[in-house]
């Protein structure tokens, strides 16, 4: 398997480079005037039409890597002890800078940022080269100066889609891609917010001078102009205009405070896809299609998942008002810590979904699955009235889990940094340590757990550290420590104060409810890349049969005769037909074959049960004299050092842990502190800690 996997990865990167190569080099006068005219031939076929270059080159090899891609996550292995560690992955994954509004930048994400801006500019600078020294586009008959000055609108169009052939990698939740540089959905949402901003700027930029030009050559019209052999210009304008809505409502304020407008004014991406799409027409669709026909795939196979009524078994509410949601699932669903869930209820919201982090391991419990959420915004703050309330079920339905491929957690101690709610990743990190502890011959590092809380009732979190059915023996080997800061209070509450308890809530069965369970079954990634494939190959072949004995007929490879936008119109129809079809039998198929798996799972989860402590941790440590229920949670408080009336300091705690010679340290958040932590590790005074950063800022 590992000579399996070595020869995949070398031929992903060579096809990854010669991808790349042809980005490089096709804003270049040599591509235009001279590999161009050679290739057409071979590639602008009958069967594919003057799109067949940028099919070939930009969109074949991006589609093969991705199948490929489902191929090596398949069969890669899960890290051991025994494995080395790749000094050149340590160095790239180390921090480079700390700084707004960028915020965290690792060397791998400065080396892919620095190259990606490089490739902007020099495609830019070749297009410009182009259009004033070699052909400049003056059909208008205007002042050389007012060519120039379109000319220049046009490149700065033609720069910002590149920024669309990557746009969607990052939103593809379940994406293979990512996960082969070691990025996430959820780490990488950054790139989508930039990639967005920059190309939204560069499309304005494009607009703002095609209007001035057309100002000054009274031609204003132009603007609403459709040519149906041609560039559609109102198409460009509708998009446009969507467009700056999507970017306006995409900034902070709105996605921090206002969340439901840039919730719901996102959802005009199909619109703007379309517009945008019939404006640059088929053959620059295929530049960026590989992105947006995996990000439909994983759209499409999501609304499959979401069309199933997940079975919630109970919900804990906290002393601190936040709660927790355990579902089943299915014994095969597996999941690394760090991971989130999205959930929809339907009763609170028709249309949103909101991520949550799972606190539960797959390894543990097998059967479970649980989601800590905590009450702040409108929709959490309804959902915490609803379920506070008289209710036997709840109607949920969820996506995921999503998180990395996998953890690398060997390290010789590990320092893990939260504020608030971001406590939660952590919990799912120290279950998964208790499972490799049963393993007598794994080495378990030291774990520090830096906690800062407001308030003290959120000590509460810490009782969801250990899982419900857990013995002295499972936590034996963990030598965990635990470090909580209490900021907004000097000293302890009264007893009397603290009285309030854990409240579980078992929520009644229903018919259409079923264990949470993988997409498309075991195997899942597996079954992704025969999705990916037989869709892709379906595309292929409607795509040549429609050419060759529809459009070739009328058009004969001109691309002056057939109508401009049925072109591209074809292609989204034709793409979305064979995803729906693809993913659709696939889905249905594996569904088949998983059901008496799945009534298995039914089965088994009316038998679910859990041990609910009957206080909190809260009321553990505000009276020495109170009996406690278990060993394991007594081991909790006993672990546990309460600070009140102060924040940690970040710095001292890192230094301090110089004696171990490897340090893995984790931090979840407020950005402040991931920024305070991020700059400590990157300062190289301690060049034993190893950086991590999870944040959860959709």
């Known amino acids: 398997m590992g000579d399996m996997r070595n020869m995949l990865k070398m031929l992903m990167m060579v096809v990854f480079v010669g991808w790349m190569f042809i980005w490089i080099m096709i804003s270049t006068n040599l591509f235009k005037n001279k590999w161009t005219p050679k290739m057409t031939k071979y590639f602008n076929t009958t069967y594919f039409g003057p799109q067949g270059i940028n099919l070939v080159l930009l969109t074949v090899p991006m589609m093969f890597i991705a199948v490929l891609s489902c191929l090596y996550l398949h069969i890669q292995k899960k890290p051991t002890q025994t494995q080395s560690k790749s000094k050149i992955k340590g160095r790239m994954g180390r921090v480079m800078m700390v700084m707004n509004p960028l915020g965290i930048v690792t060397a791998t994400e400065f080396t892919f940022s620095l190259f990606f801006v490089a490739l902007l500019t020099w495609a830019l600078a070749n297009y410009l080269y182009i259009s004033y020294f070699v052909s400049l586009h003056n059909h208008d008959n205007a002042e050389l100066w007012m060519a120039k000055f379109r000319a220049f609108g046009l490149r700065i169009g033609y720069v910002g889609h590149y920024c669309w052939a990557f746009l969607f990698f990052p939103v593809t939740r379940a994406s293979t891609i990512l996960p082969l540089v070691g990025l996430t959905s959820e780490s990488s949402i950054k790139y989508h917010i930039w990639l967005g901003h920059i190309s939204n700027f560069l499309f304005l930029v494009h607009t703002v001078v095609f209007l001035i030009y057309w100002a000054m050559t009274n031609q204003l019209m132009d603007t609403f102009a459709w040519n149906p052999t041609y560039v559609p210009n109102l198409a460009g304008t509708i998009a446009m205009v969507i467009g700056i809505v999507m970017w306006v409502t995409s900034f902070p304020y709105y996605r921090r405070k206002k969340f439901e407008i840039f919730f719901y004014t996102h959802q005009m991406y199909g619109l703007y896809i379309i517009f945008y799409m019939i404006h640059v027409g088929d053959s620059w669709l295929c530049m960026i299609l590989p992105n947006m026909f995996l990000f439909f795939i994983d759209r499409y196979l999501r609304f499959l998942q979401s069309t199933k009524r997940s079975r919630l078994v109970s919900a804990r509410i906290l002393p601190s008002d936040n709660l927790e949601l355990t ?5 095969g669903l597996q999941y690394t810590p760090t991971s989130i869930l999205f959930l929809h209820v339907p009763i609170i919201s028709k249309l949103q979904w909101h991520p949550f982090t799972i606190t539960s391991n797959s390894n543990l419990e097998k059967d479970t699955l649980s989601v800590v959420i905590r009450r702040q915004g409108t929709w959490t703050q309804k959902l915490y009235t609803h379920l506070s309330s008289s209710i036997v079920s709840l109607e949920v339905s ?14 010789d101690s590990l320092i893990l940094v939260s504020g608030g709610s971001g406590v939660t990743p952590f919990i799912s990190v120290i279950r998964e340590l208790i499972f490799q502890a049963q393993n007598q011959s794994t080495k378990i590092p030291d774990v520090l757990l830096v906690c800062a ?18 013995s002295v023996s499972d936590i034996s080997r963990l030598n965990l420590r635990i470090e909580a800061y209490i900021t907004q209070e000097d000293k302890k509450p009264e007893a009397a104060d603290d009285t309030r308890l854990l409240q579980t809530k078992w929520f009644k069965p229903q018919p259409l409810d079923t264990p949470i369970s993988p997409v498309l079954g075991p195997n899942n990634i597996l079954w992704l890349g025969v999705v990916i494939l037989s869709s892709f190959v379906m595309f292929l072949l409607l795509i040549a049969i429609v050419t060759r004995y529809y459009i070739y007929p009328v058009d004969r490879n001109t691309g002056k005769i057939y109508n401009f936008s049925y072109r591209v119109l074809w292609d989204m129809f034709l793409g979305c037909v064979c995803i729906f079809i693809s993913s659709s039998v696939v889905f249905l198929w594996r569904k088949k074959i998983n059901k008496e798996g799945d009534k298995e799972s039914k089965k088994q989860v009316q038998s679910v049960d859990f041990q609910t402590p009957t206080s909190s941790p809260g009321s553990w440590f505000c009276s020495n004299e109170r009996e406690l229920e278990s060993v394991p949670y007594q081991s909790i408080v006993q672990a546990t050092s309460v600070h009140f009336g102060s924040k940690p300091n970040l710095k001292k705690i890192l230094f301090e842990a110089e004696g171990s010679e490897d340090v893995g340290v984790m931090v979840c958040g407020p950005r402040k ?12 005074l301690a060049k034993n800690l190893h950086f991590e950063a999870i944040s959860f800022n959709w």
Not at 398 to 411: A, F
Not at 453 to 470: C, G, T, V
Not at 673 to 679: D, K, L, N, S, T
């Open 327 to 331: 579902f089943s699932k299915t014994s």
């Open 398 to 411: 969820t996506e995921g889990p999503y998180g990395p491929n996998s953890l690398d957690l060997r390290h």
């Open 453 to 470: 809380f407001k308030y003290y009732h959120d000590l509460a979190f810490l009782d969801l550290i250990f899982p419900p059915d857990i």
């Open 673 to 684: 502190m991931r920024h305070e932590v991020a700059r400590v590790c990157s300062s190289g």
